[in-house]
T-cell receptor, first 113, second 115 residues
Framework: KAGVTQTPRYLIKTRGQQVTLSCSPISGHRSVSWYQQTPGQGLQFLFEYFSETQRNKGNFPGRFSGRQFSNSRSEMNVSTLELGDSALYLC????????????FGQGTRLTVV | AQTVTQSQPEMSVQEAETVTLSCTYDTSENNYYLFWYKQPPSRQMILVIRQEAYKQQNATENRFSVNFQKAAKSFSLKISDSQLGDTAMYFCAFKSISGANNLFFGTGTRLTVIP
């Protein structure tokens, strides 16, 4: 059974550009959550999608957005990139909200220069 | 709001020895889940162990066990017979049962197992 797949693994962007990251959850999982991991702020929750609907959102500016498709794959988009957006972005999938275990992908390392 | 605190940024342990990682949390909820995740250099977060707050019995998974003290809001992880493959960052995390479906993480403890 394939795990959570995040693409790309590494990305370098210039300040002011926008970026789209992709996450394919485990087959059958309908909930996808995104987290940002930085040395200074640690792991912070961005948002969660379930059945194509955003159910929960963390405390991030509107430049951070996401969506989920009918096959449960999810994308997150960051517009007008800032140097501080450099981070490891992790995606986690679970069957449903009631299920406790979340499975993580290997992340996308975004560097903004 | 929930907060999770890990007061040990770094720890080391000799191979085959036992080590305990500390975690405290703050919440006004009565029912919730607590987790320990491991993040090796590959960056993938791996669930080590899970504890339901309504269960008094401490969770155990092979060499990993927890000491859950609900009144003290403490959730420590004990690793027995440490192995080189245990070298990683360890994160304590909280998840509400009734609220949002996201994890609140501590800042992590970097564990090094010394051969």
């Amino acid at each position: 059974k394939a795990g959570v797949t995040q693409t790309p693994r590494y990305l370098i962007k210039t300040r002011g550009q926008q970026v789209t990251l992709s996450c394919s959850p485990i087959s059958g999982h309908r909930s996808v959550s995104w987290y940002q991991q930085t040395p200074g702020q640690g792991l912070q929750f961005l948002f969660e999608y379930f059945s194509e609907t955003q159910r929960n959102k963390g405390n991030f500016p509107g430049r951070f957005s996401g969506r989920q498709f009918s096959n449960s794959r999810s994308e997150m988009n960051v517009s007008t990139l800032e140097l501080g957006d450099s981070a490891l972005y992790l995606c986690a999938s679970s069957l449903a909200q009631e299920v406790t275990e979340a499975f993580f992908g290997q992340g996308t390392r975004l560097t903004v220069v | 709001a929930q907060t999770v605190t890990q007061s040990q940024p770094e720890m080391s342990v000799q191979e085959a020895e036992t080590v305990t990682l500390s975690c405290t949390y703050d919440t006004s909820e009565n029912n919730y889940y607590l987790f320990w995740y491991k993040q090796p250099p590959s960056r993938q977060m791996i669930l080590v162990i899970r504890q339901e707050a309504y269960k008094q019995q401490n969770a155990t998974e092979n060499r990993f066990s927890v000491n859950f003290q609900k009144a003290a809001k403490s959730f420590s992880l004990k690793i027995s017979d440490s192995q080189l493959g245990d070298t990683a960052m360890y994160f304590c995390a909280f998840k509400s049962i009734s609220g949002a479906n996201n994890l609140f993480f501590g800042t992590g403890t970097r564990l090094t197992v010394i051969p």
